[in-house]
């Protein structure tokens, strides 16, 4: 996934990108790509994704914060 699908996401992940611009003052597309980047690895691993968009936003934000 990378940063021009920004549009095609569900609007969940959208709304948690957003939130996540406005936390870290960072540019929309530096975050969607960190997130999806984010996304597609915690994902292929998962056997349960019931949690999958909380534990990206977390990693997404702390990375944003180093």
């Known amino acids: 996934m990378a940063a021009s699908n920004y549009i095609e996401l569900q609007a969940e992940h959208r709304n948690v990108i ?3 611009v406005d936390e870290t003052h960072r540019p929309v597309d530096d975050v969607s790509r960190i997130y999806a ?3 597609e690895r915690l ?3 998962a ?3 019931d949690y ?3 534990l990206t936003a977390k990693s997404v934000r702390d990375t944003l914060r180093h």
């Open 18 to 20: 957003q939130a996540l």
């Open 47 to 49: 056997r349960i994704k």
């Open 37 to 39: 980047e984010t996304f």
């Open 52 to 54: 999958l968009i909380l």
């Open 43 to 45: 994902s292929s691993d």
